[in-house]
């Protein structure tokens, strides 16, 4: 597993009735990756894992295997119960996923001693390698950088964190302890060149899934020093990549791939779609960044029609 680059946080595709699009998620996974992401990780919070039954998840998990073509699938893994996360962590390494993100469980907010049994259960139930993300403003739970190193002390299959607290100094911390024992990831739209400089080696985006070329672009100029481009691409991308930074950040994301004409805006419940005063603002931001927007080599979204077997 090559920890690295920019990987896409999957938006879920729903039909008319909320069903999982499989052959459009198909299809944009073959679009994410043919614009220079470097792996796909499906099932998380922008993929609005917590709606998703468990076959729906299997599926899903299938799906961008079967179209990954070998680019690694990384399947996020959360849970009600320990037993459900190790389930699944054991299922997604059957249907052919590369490598585990590990979620802290939903709605039972724990201290170190309870949530470190967790997490180790799900990271020692495979050899698959995992990534532990770190998201304490949504899960309300923070590995602290002295408990990451505790962590990837005794489990040699951690390789990787993807750091969400909006805190760059994090990354900085976590090298301080580790060097480079763990690849950091940014977890958080709107901090990712600062987050490189600081010394992530990746990122887990979540605009990317409207703007791919875009996204990588801007990661590669960040990564290869180019201040006076990234800071350029970045003024113009900053606004979009804030809407990662909301709580409202799922129905955003996919609000403005269906603008660019690349998903659709459905949510499931409880989620609903933007309306009002949080439409109208998305619409101003949306309108500025289409006005300005710089034209790169993007691949056309047209030209990923995938075919899938079930």
Known sequence: MNWSGVMPAMTTPFDENLAVDHAFLAQHAAWLLGNGCTGLVMLGSLGEGATLEYAEKIAILRTAVAVAGGAPVVAAISALSTAQAVQLAREAEAVGCKALMVLPP??????????????????????????????????????????????????????????????????ASIRVLLGDRLSIFVGVDDVVVEGIQAGAVGWIAGLV?????????????????KRDQAFALYRWFL????????????????????????????????????????????????????????????????????????
């Open 209 to 225: 899934n409207a703007y791919p070329a875009e996204s990588v672009a801007l990661f590669n100029l960040a990564r290869e020093g």
């Open 106 to 171: 939903y709605v039972y907010v724990s201290d170190w001693y309870e949530i470190k049994r967790h997490v180790s259960a799900v990271i020692a139930a495979t050899p698959l390698s995992c990534m532990l993300y770190n998201n304490p403003v949504a899960y309300k739970t923070d590995f602290l950088p002295d408990q990451i190193a505790e962590l990837a002390a005794e489990h040699p299959n951690l390789h990787a964190v993807k750091e969400s607290s909006t805190d760059v100094r994090r990354v």
């Open 239 to 310: 606004p979009l990549l804030r809407m990662d930074t909301v709580p409202k950040f799922v129905q955003l994301i996919k609000w403005v791939q269906e603008q660019v004409g690349v998903g659709s805006a459905r949510v499931r419940g409880p989620r609903l779609e933007l309306a009002g005063k949080d439409l109208a603002e998305a619409q101003a931001t949306l309108a500025i960044a289409l006005g300005n927007r710089a034209p790169l080599n993007e691949k056309p979204f047209a030209e990923y029609r995938a075919s899938l077997t079930a």
